[in-house]
């Protein structure tokens, strides 16, 4: 339970600390987190089945059984959570932000909020979680935001509420009843997952939830609130958004959508893997053209998503481990990027890459930092996605060839914009901009960043390891508890 | 009957303490005897005295839950208002008074047994407000909305006794359970005149909760009147009506169920779709707050389309959720106090005054259903229920729903935002202690009281 009420208590404190000591007090908070996230996740033993962490052994009449605890796949993300929320504040950590009370509360709010989307074990308690984590993110963007922010707000924030309301009835239908079936005993994960779905019902929660996820992941058609919200948010925003939103509704599939109504994966599992494909080269060739540097990255992320929502629904262990260290490592990457994006911003006032260049020769750390995290992101080998993106492509192609050849060019396109963006804003004649090269904290989220990177892309058994009996036994579970019809 | 004769004698009293020219201990009286009356409906269920049931009342369990969160809506209107009536020290005996004599008449309106009293009780509910919606009389919008108000009003009250007379002329009584019985015994084989006289009676509830096609008053009305008025409205005159409706639709009429669930679905989407979209483009506060209302009447008129035992605690969580949502939020634009009832003058609020300003974001979250807050666990209840039998419908209401997140969001930028720098910068409201009260406890019910609900 330390892992909610730590950062429950820092965004509290956070509403009383002195000005001064803000930003300390903020990387303590992050720091301690994540130090209590690791120990959990070294004592934790990767062929244990489930560690309950809160469960009143008691359903509410209502059937909310308050139900939380993690395996590997929760605890993974908890760890990436907390890592994440810590590197967020480093790297705002020599801005005037850091000392705002507010922002700092609001980024403790939101990764309590976010931890209490990855370890609920009971749908209600998901859910509302699920919707809280809209609110910290928001105001952030609200409150920290660029000028035109609130034209984009209001898109973003209709946009998932809606979608989050269809998860709210598909919820609701399998809880209750619809289209003939038993009603659930209560919101708990597995006596959802004991409900037996005739076809039509399995097909319309199984579309409740997938409209859910597809707004938030953001999967082709419903991707458009994305770029604006990502160019308009401040960078703390942006990077919440991308690296640890993005992932809750990649999670959610997972844990949620699949495991609750694998009747009409089936029919479902095409149409995703198309669209997922669409969104890689359409969002790639959108980021190839684009001026703007943020919104190039912006739409890479859109491009990166769509191969692991994917590989999420072939349903088989070996893509499954591609998606989560291809999880990690849109994380980590997006985090570098978005880092970088500020840096250049915050130093010249400009976003627009023709009017960048030069940069590498006032800031040779800056630019051999954003370099690699460059590189990572057109996953090179021996950086971590190169793994992912190669068993997400090779999970792909074994399910169908010419689908797996049109999302394999994402490797391709992946590189044009990436090294695009960054020659046009690192090289060329120098624009005369007084470019202070990094500061001691930006240096050490990229240092930070660039360990993990190359661990995961040498080591990635690390996370493989840790994941994999808990998928495992995911996919049994899925098995044992629904006939699946082949 | 207890608290029916104390919230009365205590509405008489502060009428005549006025006199005395202390304010204070009018409402003193008043708050006194709420609670009295609160706690006398209380054990009066409590312990089962044998006079429950008396000729045309009956306090079951029903009257008593609807009727306590009536008086604790009450308490939190006349406790808001307080402050606003000492602009007019001479007249918070007679605000305070009338608001307990609608009270009276809601209660009657939850516990009635006979079409008589139900019609007593819509009237005593009503009367007051004809009069307190017009009391702003310096406002030609205030007389507008007391004329509109009766007019229509009394040409509602003209439709349900003539529908009640169709239903006497149908089953010879008066009296519900005798309906009941009547129309269960006569299954299939009803004369004319009982559907007749149905209509009459739902057109007429149609138009005192304010759903579409008989809403056209509800915006002038809220617009017009007072702000405590439009909340007593929203919170109490609602509940009163959506109470009686319940015991009348759900209960005495349910034999009829398929005749009138099919109408009142249609109606109940209809009224759902005029209030989100016509308060969209609005730009005054009480006139969104009334379209508002409109729409959440669409949703609550779901548990009265759906026929299960737990319709009538669904509808009472909704309605507890509600009026938390509204008191809080007209107390709010009461501490704003802006002449032209503004919605732009939320403008900065929450930098101004914090609390006011984050209990105005609770409400607007509530309204919009946003979880933890408790609009959305009162609208869960509704909805997951609805669903096992009409899944249609609630995907219609949670479209709605994403509908109204719109407007409601507007409002929450504005209260978050800076104000503009070239304005003169509104000076911090004065918030009275009374006030502060009202607002910490919708706070904490908004926050809390949804947990409470789905024990």
């Known amino acids: ?157 209709i946009y998932t509420f809606v979608g989050s309301l269809a998860m709210l009835l598909a919820l609701m239908a399998i809880k209750t009843g619809i289209c003939g079936n038993l009603p659930a005993a209560s919101f ?226 992946g590189a044009v914009y990436t090294l695009r963006a960054y020659q046009l804003s690192m090289y060329g004649p120098s624009k005369n901009f007084n470019f202070p090269d990094l500061t001691w904290n930006e240096w050490l989220v990229f240092f930070i960043l660039m360990v993990l990177i190359v661990i995961l892309g040498v080591y990635p058994q690390l996370v493989i390891d840790f994941v994999q009996p808990s998928v495992t036994r995911l996919f049994e579970n899925i098995h044992s508890s629904k006939i699946l019809v082949q | 009957m207890v608290a029916l004769i104390v919230i009365f004698i205590s509405g008489l009293l502060s009428l005549f303490l006025a006199f005395a020219k202390k304010p204070w201990l009018v409402l003193l009286t008043a708050s006194a005897g709420l609670i009295a009356g609160g706690i006398s409906l209380f054990t009066q269920f409590y312990y089962q005295y044998d006079f429950i049931h008396y000729e045309g009342l009956k306090f079951d369990g029903f009257a008593v839950a609807f009727g306590l969160i009536a008086i604790l809506f009450t308490l939190l209107v006349v406790l808001t208002g307080y402050s606003s009536f000492k602009d007019k020290p001479q007249h918070t005996g007679d605000y305070i008074a009338l608001l307990l004599f609608s009270l009276t008449g809601a209660l009657c309106m939850l516990s009635f047994t006979d079409m008589f009293m139900f019609f007593l009780g819509l009237e005593i509910l009503s009367i007051p407000i004809y009069v307190m919606a017009g009391s702003n009389k310096d406002d030609v919008r205030s007389s507008e909305a007391s004329l509109k108000y009766f007019m229509t009003g009394a040409f509602a009250t003209g439709v349900l006794l003539f529908g009640i007379a169709w239903i006497y ?71 009163g009506a959506f109470g009686a409706f319940m ?91 802006d002449e032209e009832d503004r919605i732009e003058a939320f403008r900065g609020l929450v930098r101004r005054n914090p609390f006011t300003g984050f209990v105005a974001i609770l409400g607007l979250l509530s309204l919009a259903g946003v979880p933890p807050l408790m609009g959305f666990f009162g609208k869960f209840l509704v909805f997951s229920e609805a669903i096992t039998q009409y899944p249609w419908l609630v995907a219609i209401a949670i479209i709605n729903s994403g509908i109204g997140i719109f407007y409601y969001l507007r409002m929450v930028i504005l209260v978050l935002q800076k104000e503009d720098d070239d304005k003169p910068k509104t000076p911090r409201h004065k918030v009275p202690v009374l006030q502060m009260i009202v607002l910490a406890i919708c706070a904490l019910a908004l926050l809390f009281g949804g947990n409470m609900l789905i024990f």
């Open chain 2, 247 to 337: 015991k009348i639709f759900s209960v005495t009429f349910a034999g009829l169920h398929d005749f009138w669930a099919p109408a009142l679905s249609v109606l109940a989407i209809l009224t759902m779709f005029v209030g989100n979209l016509s308060a969209l483009k609005q730009i005054r506060f009480k006139r969104l707050l009334a379209y508002s209302s409109i729409t959440h009447v669409g949703y609550a008129l779901l548990t009265i389309i759906v026929q299960s035992p737990d319709s009538a605690f669904n509808l009472w969580a909704y309605i507890f959720s509600y009026g938390f949502s509204t008191i809080g939020l007209i107390t709010v634009a009461i501490i704003i106090h």
């Open chain 1, 1 to 157: 339970m330390e892992l909610l009420i730590i950062p429950s208590l820092f965004a509290l404190a956070a509403l009383v600390i002195p000005r001064n000591f803000m930003r300390y007090f903020g990387l303590a908070g992050g720091v301690t987190s994540a130090v209590v996230a690791i120990v959990h996740a070294v004592y934790y033993a990767p062929t244990t089945k489930y560690v309950s962490l809160f469960d009143p052994n008691w359903t509410s009449t209502f059937g909310l059984s308050y139900k939380m605890g993690y395996d590997g796949i929760s605890l993974i993300m908890v760890v990436l959570t907390n890592v994440i929320t810590l590197l967020i504040l480093l790297s705002n950590f020599n801005k005037e932000l850091a000392s705002n009370k507010m922002f700092t509360a609001m980024v403790f709010f939101m990764q309590v909020a976010l931890l209490g989307v990855f370890t609920s074990m009971d749908g209600l308690l998901f859910y509302i979680f699920w919707e809280i984590t809209l609110i910290p993110v928001f105001l952030i963007a609200l409150w920290f935001g660029a000028p035109g922010r609130k034209q984009a707000l209001i898109k973003f924030f």
């Open chain 1, 188 to 413: 708990a994960v597995e006596d959802l997952m004991a409900v037996q779905l005739s076809a039509c019902s399995a097909c319309w929660i199984f579309g409740g939830f997938l409209f859910a996820f597809a707004v938030k992941i953001p999967l082709f058609p419903f991707h458009t609130w994305q770029p604006d919200t990502y160019t308009n948010s401040p960078m703390a925003g942006t990077m919440l958004l991308s690296a640890l939103m993005l992932k809750m509704a990649l999670y959610g599939m997972i844990r949620w959508m699949i495991p609750l109504a694998p009747e009409s994966l089936e029919s479902y599992k095409l149409p995703i893997i198309i669209l997922g494909t669409i969104g890689v080269v359409y969002a790639a060739i959108l980021a190839i053209k684009q001026n703007d540097i943020k919104r190039t990255f912006a739409f890479a992320s859109i491009s990166h998503v769509g191969l692991i929502a994917a590989g999420i629904v072939l349903l088989n262990v070996d893509s499954t481990m591609g998606v989560f260290v291809q999880m990690i490592n849109h994380s980590l990457v997006a985090v570098g990027l978005f880092l970088a994006v500020d840096i250049i911003e915050s130093r010249t006032g400009i976003r627009n890459m023709s009017e960048l260049g030069g940069i590498a020769k006032q800031a040779p750390k800056f630019a051999f930092w954003f370099g690699v995290v460059a590189l990572a992101s057109i996953s090179v080998p021996l950086t971590s996605g190169f793994i992912g993106e190669f068993l997400l492509v090779r999970g792909v192609y074994s399910y169908n060839w010419i689908i797996g050849l049109v999302i394999g060019s994402t490797l391709v396109y």
């Open chain 2, 169 to 239: 002329g149908g089953t010879a009584s008066f009296k519900l359970d005798e309906i009941t019985a009547f129309i269960y015994n006569a299954e299939g084989t009803h004369s004319s005149l009982i559907y007749i006289g149905l209509l009459m009676i739902l057109s007429a509830f149609l138009f005192k909760v304010g759903a579409a096609p008989f809403h056209f008053w509800s915006p002038d009305v809220y617009d017009g009147s007072p702000h405590i008025v439009t909340g007593f409205m929203a919170a109490v005159v609602k509940l």
